[in-house]
C-alpha cells in the first residue's frame, strides 16, 4: 500500500489518484486509533470546505470513527477551517477534523487534524497518527444513516457558532457607521458566507459554490487577485479582505488597490495590540518573515521567537505561553482572543477595525509602521522544478558551495528551516522546498520591491544556470 505522509498542514493529494475512499479509510482508522489511545469517550467534529466530494469524504471519515467507538459530530455544509477549530474548542472536544487541501489546486483534496484546544494538531500528535496508518486496506460497511439515526453521529452548525462568536468579539457597528467602503473575495472557498452575514454592505466576489475555482488555485496572493483588484480599484474600496480555500489564510488590499503582504499585517498587527490596545505578549513567526517583524518587537519590548514553516510549530507554542501574535510569510496569522488557528476572516477584521477606531485608510497605518522600522520589501517566486533538481539546489545550499548570488555576498546562512542567506540587515534570501507542493520557493527581502526582485533574479540565475 503507498505510504501516507503528513506535509507541513495536513495530508493532501490528487483526488482519484492518491487521494481515494480506501486512503482516507486508512487515515481515518489511523486517526480514530489515536483518538481512542488518549481519552476513554473520545469526540470529534467533521467539516469540509467546498471542494469536490468534501460531503462524501466527510461522511465516510464520520462512519469509520462512529464504528469505532467515536462520538461524531458533523457540519451540515461546507465550512472553514478556523469554523472547525473553534467548535472544537468550545465544544470541548477531543479533536477536529477538516477536509480540505487549503490553497491547493481544485484537483487536491486533504486531511486536517485540529487538536482539543483548537488549533492544528501538534507534531508529536500527527506523528502517532502517521505511525497507526495500516499498510493494508481496510474495509468498513456504510452505517451512515443508522448512525445517523441512532444518534452516534449528529450534526452541529459551526459556521453559525463562528459567525457568533465574531459578532462578540468586534465592534461590527462601528466598522459599518465608519464609512469605509469594504470588499471581500472568497475565492470560491468556504469564508464565502461569514462577510455576508455580518458586513452584508460589503462588496463580495467569488461568493459562490464553484469547486473548481475556475482552474485558479484559492490562495490569496497577487497574482490569483487580479479580478479583486480591479473591484478594488473600479469601486475605489478602502479596504480589500481575501481568503483561501478554506479561509485560514488572508490576502489584504488598501485603497490603492495594491496588494499588502502577510510581513506588513503581521507589523500592523503588532503595531495595533501593543500600542493602541495595550496588550503585551510573546510575538512568534515562522523562519521565512521578514526581519522587520523582530526589529520592532525589539522596539516595544516583546518577547520574539522564530519556528520551523508550518502554524502547527506557532500554535503549539500558543497553547503553552502568552502569545499576542503568530503568523507566516504565506497569510496565516493568529492573535490572542481567539483560538490558536489561522483565521483570515478574524484578522481582516481586527484591521478593519483598527481603521474605524483610528479613522484612518491602511496607508496611513502602514506609514505608522514605516516610521518605527523603515520601509521594506518582500516577494516570492515560486519554481516549478522537476525532484532531481530540487534536491540538487538543496545539497548544494547544504554543503555551503554558494558564496554569492550575483553581486550579493552572503554573509551569514541560516538553516532552521531552509536556507536563509543573509547579505545586510535588511537583505537576504531564502530557498526552501515547499511542503505540500512540488515546488521550490524562492523569498528576498530588500528596502523596495525592485530591490527584492533583483536579488530573486540573482538567486534564480545562480541555482537554475
Request: with cysteine; proline share 3%; net charge negative.
Amino acid at each position: 500500500m503507498e505510504t501516507i505522509k503528513f506535509g507541513t498542514d495536513g495530508w493532501r493529494a490528487i483526488i482519484a489518484e492518491s487521494y481515494t475512499i480506501q486512503n482516507l479509510s486508512r487515515v481515518a482508522e489511523a486517526t480514530g486509533k489515536w483518538l481512542l489511545s488518549g481519552a476513554s469517550g473520545p469526540s470529534v467534529i467533521i467539516g469540509y470546505d467546498c471542494r469536490f466530494n468534501g460531503k462524501l469524504f466527510a461522511e465516510t471519515t464520520a462512519n469509520i470513527l462512529a464504528q469505532m467507538g467515536v462520538r461524531v459530530y458533523l457540519t451540515p455544509g461546507f465550512s472553514s477551517t478556523p469554523m472547525i477549530s473553534f467548535a472544537t474548542e468550545r465544544k470541548k472536544l477531543s479533536a477536529g477534523i477538516i477536509i480540505t487541501a487549503s490553497h491547493n489546486p481544485p484537483e487536491y483534496s486533504g486531511f486536517k487534524i485540529k487538536g482539543y484546544f483548537g488549533g492544528p494538531a501538534y507534531p508529536s500528535m500527527i506523528k502517532e497518527v502517521e505511525s497507526l496508518i495500516p499498510d493494508h486496506e481496510v474495509s468498513y460497511s456504510n452505517q451512515f444513516e443508522a448512525f445517523i439515526s441512532g444518534g452516534q453521529i449528529s450534526y452541529f452548525d459551526a459556521e453559525a457558532l463562528y459567525i457568533d462568536h465574531l459578532r462578540t468579539s468586534f465592534d461590527i457597528a462601528g466598522i459599518q457607521a465608519s464609512g469605509m467602503k469594504i470588499g471581500y473575495d472568497a475565492m470560491y472557498g468556504a469564508g464565502q458566507n461569514v462577510i455576508r452575514q455580518i458586513l452584508p454592505d460589503a462588496h463580495l466576489l467569488h461568493c459562490e459554490y464553484n469547486p473548481s475555482f475556475l482552474g485558479t488555485a484559492p490562495e490569496p496572493i497577487e497574482k490569483n487577485l487580479q479580478e479583486f483588484e480591479q473591484l478594488i480599484a473600479r469601486e475605489k474600496l478602502s479596504i480589500g479582505l481575501a481568503t483561501d480555500g478554506d479561509a485560514d489564510r488572508i490576502g489584504l488590499y488598501d485603497e490603492r488597490a495594491q496588494f499588502v503582504d502577510s510581513h506588513h499585517i503581521l507589523l500592523l498587527l503588532i503595531h495595533y495590540l501593543h500600542k493602541y490596545k495595550n496588550l503585551s505578549g510573546k510575538v512568534v513567526v515562522t523562519f521565512s518573515v521578514c526581519s522587520k517583524v523582530e526589529q520592532l518587537c525589539k522596539l516595544y519590548n516583546l518577547p520574539y521567537q522564530v519556528t520551523q514553516i508550518g502554524f502547527k510549530y506557532i500554535a503549539e507554542i500558543m497553547v503553552n505561553e502568552n502569545v499576542m501574535t503568530g503568523g507566516e510569510e504565506s497569510g496565516g496569522i493568529a492573535i490572542t482572543g481567539h483560538v490558536p488557528e489561522r483565521d483570515g476572516i478574524f484578522i481582516g477584521l481586527t484591521l478593519m477595525e483598527f481603521m474605524a477606531k483610528t479613522g484612518k485608510k491602511l496607508t496611513e497605518l502602514i506609514e505608522e509602521v514605516y516610521s518605527l522600522v523603515g520601509s521594506f520589501s518582500v516577494q516570492r517566486y515560486d519554481l516549478h522544478l522537476k525532484n532531481e533538481q530540487k534536491e540538487e539546489i538543496i545539497n548544494t545550499c547544504r554543503s555551503g558551495k554558494y558564496q554569492a548570488f550575483g553581486k550579493y555576498v552572503i554573509q551569514e546562512v541560516q538553516d532552521l528551516d531552509g536556507f536563509k542567506f543573509i547579505f545586510s540587515a535588511d537583505e537576504w534570501v531564502m530557498i526552501r522546498p515547499s511542503g505540500t507542493e512540488p515546488v521550490l520557493r524562492v523569498y528576498a527581502q530588500s528596502a523596495t520591491r525592485s530591490g527584492a526582485f533583483e536579488i530573486l533574479d540573482a538567486t534564480k540565475q545562480t541555482i537554475l544556470g
